[in-house]
């Protein structure tokens, strides 16, 4: 067969549909909606091509709807973990050899269906699932989702085109070889883009996988298997497994073909996974790729010189969008006193006219956090601040959990910059604030880097060129992404790379070259046209 050297489809960002009120695309998601909430899911693993129902079935809720049932997944155990890494063994050979472009093209026709007849559908299950609002479900599942898979296939092509140099004589190359082994995906409940390109970034590269999604993400992590089996994607090369995190844990880190992770969620789960596998590291055949991205402590700082709308905007979306369970949610904010009273007011208008509730009504702003753990957890740290004089509950503040796991935007003013809730990550809405004086600015900006372990997103608003110049190089380490008059939030394949640094995960940008890089290992293969023929150098000659 004639070998080409094909370029793929020019990766262009998918743009979020409105749901404007008179939409086509409104009508068909609430059509959607409507289906999912009168049927009864029925979820199995997927492992080795095959649905695995065990009759051990969990009940999903919407977080927001608790009396409401969704549907059940079907529970696993050590067993079924086994049985996907041997499913996954078995279908590495031929995987690993099947040409670039077919793996390429299964990736591109997945990121076809999302954007197309998939769109409501995974719409519907993040929104039910996860209680997100529409526009938060569109840019994540949808767009965010697509332009993973479209962008990782370009990154793809330019990996395997960055050549090294070569001579007349010689003709050097590189190889890129996928993974000796499995690589394990472990993803979070908070985005169904990264659940999606968890696993799909190293299969793409060539690797066989073991997927664990989040409990709470089960429902939407569904249709992504759906897509993937539709686009094409061979039997046990993606293996979706549904077991606590340490029964996956405990036989994927100490197997001997296990070759990498690809992590997202919290930096305790993952440092223990960190540990687990340096203890471990001689029983391996390879040494496994470490790569995750964790928690944050996102800071927002205003100069005297920002621009009080914008500031309280960027903290009104930036704290409260998906109920502030972004890792790059903003949770502390250093406002510089001149421009407080107008922060203040404009951002308190802002937060009393969210409106609540479900994701089924289009029109709310704000829904339910995820489930019970993350409500009372929450609810404990409110608890608590309200008992103490030292601080001052400004919004919020109140919780109910009738319904759903719903908890008040609540915005706490600190007179002590190191108070807990500007430290520890919360994961939830709440957003704690110290308002610095103006010529204290410099050392605001010592006082935001040292203050927490973490290093993912950060923002400085200022007008001020000197203002911005000063934040830009003082907080060079405090994160990852770094924003200038924009909010912490809302990274977008492409454009702004995702991943922090410190305590936040290994900085391998989720969406990017760099993180695809870490999903092959090179071979250089050296070819000489005409090798020397005899052992001897110029240099032992005689005149
Ligand atoms: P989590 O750490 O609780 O769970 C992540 C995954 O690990 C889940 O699949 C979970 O079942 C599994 N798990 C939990 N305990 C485990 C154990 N002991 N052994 C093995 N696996 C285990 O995180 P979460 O609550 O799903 O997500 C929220 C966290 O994720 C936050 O800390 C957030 O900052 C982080 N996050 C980071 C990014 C980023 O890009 N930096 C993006 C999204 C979320």
Not at 488 to 502: E, I
């Amino acid at each position: 067969m004639q070998q080409q050297l094909y370029s793929v489809p020019e990766a262009v960002n998918e743009t979020p549909n409105t749901y404007a009120p008179g939409t086509p695309e409104r009508e068909e998601l609430q059509k959607e909606i409507a289906g999912a909430r009168s049927g009864m899911a029925d979820i199995p693993m997927f492992i080795g091509g095959r649905e695995i129902r065990t009759g051990k079935k969990v009940a999903m809720h919407p977080p927001h709807d608790l009396s409401h049932t969704l549907g059940h997944y079907h529970q696993g155990d050590a067993e079924h973990v086994s049985m996907a890494i041997d499913e996954a063994l078995k279908a590495r050979r031929a995987w690993a050899k099947m040409p670039w472009r077919e793996r390429a093209a299964i990736f591109l026709k997945a990121a076809a269906l999302i954007s197309g007849p998939y769109r409501s559908k995974i719409n519907a299950a993040t929104m039910l699932g996860q209680s997100k609002t529409v526009y938060q479900s569109e840019i994540d599942a949808v767009c965010e989702l697509a332009d993973f898979l479209r962008y990782n296939v370009q990154y793809m092509t330019q990996i395997f085109t960055h050549q090294p140099k070569s001579t007349p004589e010689a003709w050097n190359r590189i190889e890129q070889r996928p993974l000796e082994g499995f690589v394990f995906a472990l993803s979070p409940f908070n985005f169904t883009a990264i659940a999606g390109n968890l696993p799909t970034a190293p299969a793409m590269m060539g690797n066989v996988v073991v997927w664990k999604p989040a409990n709470t993400q089960i429902y939407s992590a569904n249709v992504i298997m759906e897509v993937l089996r539709e686009a094409g994607l061979p039997d046990g090369v993606i293996n979706m497994v549904f077991v606590s995190g340490p029964v996956a844990g405990d036989l994927i880190f100490s197997h001997r073909d296990f070759a990498g992770i690809h992590f997202t969620g919290s930096t305790e789960v993952f440092r223990e996974i960190w540990k687990t596998t340096g203890n471990n590291i001689a029983s391996y055949r390879s040494y496994p790729r470490i790569v995750g991205e964790t928690g944050g402590k996102d800071f927002v700082l205003a100069h005297a010189s920002a621009k009080p709308t914008q500031v309280a905007t960027a903290l009104s979306r930036g704290a409260f969008e998906y109920q502030g369970q972004k890792c790059s949610a903003a949770s502390r904010a250093y406002i510089s006193r001149s421009i407080w009273e107008d922060v203040r007011k404009l951002m308190l208008d802002q937060i009393s006219s969210f409106s609540i509730g479900g994701p089924e009504d289009f029109s709310n702003f704000f829904t339910a956090v995820i489930d019970e753990k993350a409500f009372s957890k929450l609810t404990r740290v409110i608890d608590k601040v309200k008992k103490d004089d030292s601080v001052t509950i400004i919004s919020g503040g109140g919780y109910d959990k009738s319904k759903g796991y719903f908890i008040e935007p609540t915005v706490i003013l600190t007179p002590d910059p190191c108070y807990f809730t500007m430290i520890h990550e919360l994961f939830g809405p709440i957003l704690t604030i110290y308002v610095f004086e103006d010529e204290k600015y410099e050392e605001t900006l010592d006082l935001i880097d040292r203050t927490s372990l973490y290093g993912l997103t950060g923002a400085v608003f200022a007008r001020d060129r000197h203002a911005v110049n000063q934040a830009t190089s003082r907080l060079a380490n405090a994160a990852g992404n770094f924003y200038i008059n924009d909010k912490p939030t809302g990274a977008v394949v492409g454009h702004q790379p995702f991943g922090g640094s410190r305590a936040s995960g290994t900085n391998d940008k989720a969406g990017s070259i760099l993180n695809l890089h870490r999903w092959v290992s090179p071979r250089t293969i050296k070819e000489t046209f005409l090798p020397p023929e005899d052992y001897r150098y110029p240099h032992q000659g005689t005149l």
